[in-house]
């Protein structure tokens, strides 16, 4: 079964980072595009970032870019975000995608997620 598996969230201070890790099965993960998206509590899922399926291109939603990084190792079928600089606004469920249709859809394969909180 297609799967993704999100991890590597927690508590991190205002200012901090974190390094979230997605492992994915069950399809060719190096033939999608694959992005992140994340729902704050209490607010709608927003879209966060994608890498083509090569990643020689990556896209960002206009409030993480220069803090966050999207990667991906399609030897090993991991997705990664490095999130740096982060607020309390970064306060959310980070969740795993390959989007059905344009890379910044809020549909397709989604994880379960992994917590990011952002606290002093």
């Known amino acids: 079964a297609e799967k993704l598996v999100e991890s590597g969230g927690g508590l991190v201070q205002p200012g901090g980072s974190l390094r979230l890790s997605c492992a994915a099965s069950?399809?060719?993960?190096?033939?999608?595009?694959m992005s992140w998206v994340r729902q704050a509590p209490g607010k709608g899922l927003q879209w966060v970032a994608a890498?083509?399926?090569?990643?020689?291109?990556?896209y960002y939603t206009n409030s993480v870019e220069g803090r966050f990084t999207i990667s991906r190792d399609n030897a090993k079928n991991e997705l990664i975000l490095h999130l740096g600089s982060l607020n309390s606004d970064d306060t959310a469920m980070y969740y795993c995608?390959?989007?059905?249709?344009?890379?910044?859809?809020?549909?397709?394969?989604r994880g379960q997620g992994t917590q990011v909180t952002v606290s002093s």
């Open positions: 890498i083509t399926a090569r990643g020689d291109f990556t």
């Open positions: 995608t390959r989007p059905a249709g344009a890379h910044n859809s809020l549909t397709g394969l």
């Open positions: 069950g399809f060719t993960f190096g033939s999608w595009l």
